[in-house]
Structures are given as C-alpha cells and as structure tokens.
C-alpha cells in the first residue's frame, strides 16, 4: 500500500523568478501544512501576505495550567486568520495542539489579565470573555463588534476572576445537553466563526 504523503514533491519545470519563493522547498519539495496558494513559498513570505488580509479580532488565552487546548486555539485562530493571539500568563505554553501554525501568527504575552486590558483599552479594542457566568450573554444574541479580542480561560476552571471583571462583555453559548460546559478550544472554535459569519457574511444579529 503507497504512503500518503502530504505536500509536493520538488519543483518541476523551470525554477519561479520571485524572492517569496524558498529555494530550499523548491528543491526537495514542500511538506508543510499550509494552501497550496503557499506551496513553496518562504515564512516570512507567507506573513506577510496574510497581514494583508488579518481579520479584526484578536484571541486571546489564559496560560495557568500548561493546557494542552491552547494550541488548539492558536491553530484555529490561525485558519480564520485571527489579527494576533494573546497568551494571558505563563509565557511558556503547550505548542503541541497548534502544529506549527504558531509561526504564521502574531503573538503577544501578557503577564495578567488587567495587562490585557490594559493593551485593549490603549487601542480602543472591546476585551469579550467567552464562559458561562450568570451575568454572561448569549453569543448568539451579541451583535459582534469588528475589532474586539475575545478571552478564554482554561479548561475545567475557565475566565478566572481577573479576567471576568475585566472583561467589557462575557458570553456564553447556548447548550442543549447534560454537560455544563464545552471543551475550551471548540469554544474557541465557536466565537471564532460566529465573527466570520457576522463580518463576512454579513450574518448581523436582528
């Protein structure tokens, strides 16, 4: 049985005159996760490009625990091509989960949550907690601000008390079955497309 490889193998035909091109890939092939809009393309190459088209949210993660969910987050920030993600907290986190899509995203550490907001209020970004709080709003009834970040906090014990009152809005997403809660990064997931939907798709709560 033929192994699936993924990727391209090396460049055939006549080599690309461009500098966005990485001579190394070109020649033994390109493996890497990404489009193949990107295929052979260098990394700073490939940022460079997707700063030209970054949505206006931010996400950002509370980093207590070494939670194995937030490369989880930074992998799907990264595939609705978030502004910038935000590791609240210890700066070292569990890269595992992201799978290399940490190098195409812009990253910032914050030492406390008030220093997150803080960031947010100099450049005027509503900071918007996503957790189930008897003061939260239904996600799905917020009518989505352009520029925002949104805040999550880690699994189990979620937005820690800092950061709820630091928060400008927290929300929570309707739930139908037994469990109280939802695994972190599929909320992540979640907030994430509800922006897509509202910027665009033009989707607007009514």
């Known amino acids: 049985m033929t192994e699936h490889q993924i990727g391209v193998g090396p460049w055939e035909g006549p080599l690309p005159d461009h500098d966005r091109y990485d001579p190394e890939l070109l020649e033994q092939g390109d493996r890497r996760n990404v489009i193949d809009k ?3 393309w ?10 030209r088209t970054r949505h206006g ?10 939670d194995l969910n937030i490369g989880s987050v930074v992998r799907t920030a990264n595939a609705f091509n978030a502004a910038a993600v935000h590791i609240v907290g210890k700066k070292r986190w569990n890269r ?6 940490d190098r195409y995203q812009h990253i910032y550490h914050h030492e406390t949550a008030e ?3 803080q960031w947010c209020k100099d450049r005027e970004l509503p900071l918007i907690g996503i957790d189930n709080f008897p003061d939260s709003v239904a996600l799905e009834t917020y009518d989505l601000p352009r520029d925002c970040v949104f805040l999550f906090g880690q699994e189990g014990p979620g937005l820690t008390e800092e950061a709820h009152q630091a928060c400008e809005a ?3 997403i309707e739930q139908y079955g037994s469990t109280r809660s939802m695994n972190a990064a599929a909320a992540a997931a979640i907030a994430m497309h509800a922006w897509i ?10």
């Open 197 to 206: 939907r509202r910027w665009e798709f033009g989707q607007a709560v009514t």
């Open 42 to 51: 260098t990394l700073e190459a490939i940022v460079a490009d997707l700063d």
């Open 96 to 101: 595992r989960g992201a799978m290399v899509t």
């Open 38 to 40: 990107y295929r052979y």
């Open 57 to 66: 949210f931010h996400v950002a993660v509370e980093n207590w625990q070494h």
């Open 115 to 117: 220093a997150l907001a």
């Open 170 to 172: 927290v929300l929570s």
